[in-house]
């Protein structure tokens, strides 16, 4: 049973977790916030995690989970892994994809120990093809979905978004994958290899600005803060700043000029439509401007939010966790490190009724939970001993 009781929910699951950096932790974490007991495998002496092990990064990754230390290249210790696979529901990597094959923990070595096991592959760019031996980065998958090429203001080049969108959103998908063949074994009793990659996530995550070329052959362009087909959609100056404003489509638009005592903008030819406000939306922004520079931000967030037009402000990250309705939704939460002490973490964003995700402990120590998980795995104190000799744990 899960030593770590962070919910109900996904209790009665076991995760082996061989994920370093952020596109596999960011999968591993769904569950482990949802109380499956998630045994970290760590390397038997330290290895570059991407950031030292008390900072922020790494906290946020590894909370709610056991971890262990094995060595996979040695015969105990892969002896050790397939034991443990065998009361695992699924086994959960990141590496490069030939390492699992000359490991020997590919999906179909780890059926022959377990049927039911399901294998989570996260990649840089799949687990075949011309660029499967790339090694996966999130901004080198940012760069080649297309992402760079629509961020940014025109002509400034290529940028990238300011946070690991490709990283996370193939963990989260890697995450989808394991919840559908986990729900699709209940009917066929077998488990299955889940596969996801960091290009594919990158470009599913572009969704309507790839779909337009994919569908029409359209090349979308950069455009700044500029929606790239719905004007008045931009980030606006006003007295104090900057705020957002997203007024697509007609009723919209009039609510928007009446909030500024500009309802001739409203007959303006040039901003009649929706087809003429995006092609003219460098004037149209800049009549804009004018009227939004003469109120503060809270003001116009607060006329537009009353006119029903969709408007908020830019706030940096200090301003994102003093906000109201952050602090309501409770997006960070406290945990208890036993070095650190009491420190915040990004909590778990999907909320459930009745078995609701908990920050339950804070990362562990590397290897700290090795004797009681092999103690489980039925191995004896004299057993273990010996594996530490042999440096095996």
Not at 104 to 123: F, Q, T
Not at 256 to 273: M, N
Request: a positive charge.
């Amino acid at each position: 049973m899960p030593r770590i009781s962070a919910s109900p929910a996904l209790s009665k699951l076991r995760i082996l977790d061989l994920t370093r950096v952020r596109a596999g932790p960011s999968c591993v974490r769904q569950f482990a916030d949802f109380g499956a007991d998630v045994i970290k495998i760590e390397s038997t002496v330290p290895e570059d995690m991407g950031g030292p092990r008390e900072g922020p990064d790494f906290q946020n990754l590894h909370r709610n989970k056991r971890s262990i230390t094995l060595d996979l290249k040695s015969p105990q210790g892969k002896e050790i892994f397939m034991r443990l696979v065998k009361t695992a529901d699924v086994v959960v990597e990141n590496y490069r994809p030939d390492v699992k094959d000359r490991l020997g923990i590919d999906y179909a070595s780890l059926k022959k120990v377990n049927r039911r096991i399901i294998l989570a592959s996260i990649s840089g760019f799949g687990q075949d093809g011309p660029y499967r031996e790339r090694p996966g980065f999130d901004q080198i998958a940012q760069g080649l979905s297309g992402i760079m090429s629509v961020t940014g203001h025109p002509g400034g080049g290529p940028m990238r978004v300011g946070c690991a969108v490709a990283d996370v959103g193939a963990g989260l998908l890697a995450a989808l994958g394991v919840m559908t063949a986990l729900l699709e074994r209940e009917t066929s009793g077998e488990g299955q290899w889940v596969q996801s990659n960091l290009l594919q996530a990158a470009i599913q995550l572009l969704d309507f600005q790839a779909a337009r070329y994919a569908m029409s052959g359209e090349v979308p362009q950069q455009v700044g803060n500029d929606h790239p087909t719905s004007m008045p959609t931009s980030a606006y100056t006003t007295a104090d700043g900057h705020m957002n404003v997203a007024a697509s489509g007609t009723k919209m638009w009039q609510r928007v000029c009446e909030a500024i005592g500009r309802p001739d903008l409203f007959e303006h030819p040039d901003f009649k439509t929706a087809e003429a406000r995006a092609g003219n939306r460098t004037s149209l922004n800049a009549e804009l401007n004018q009227g939004f520079v003469k109120k503060k931000s809270a003001e116009w967030v607060a006329i537009l939010n009353a006119a029903g037009v969709p408007c908020g402000p830019i706030y940096s990250m200090d301003q994102v966790f003093a906000d109201p309705q952050v602090r309501h939704l409770q997006a960070a939460a406290e945990v208890e490190h036993r070095t650190l002490g009491r420190i915040r973490l990004i909590n778990q964003p999907v909320k459930l009724s009745r078995t609701p995700a908990k920050l339950a402990a804070a990362s562990p120590e590397r290897g700290e939970h090795t004797v009681e998980v092999l103690r489980e795995a039925g191995y004896s104190d004299s057993e273990i001993s010996g594996f530490r000799t042999t440096k095996v744990v």
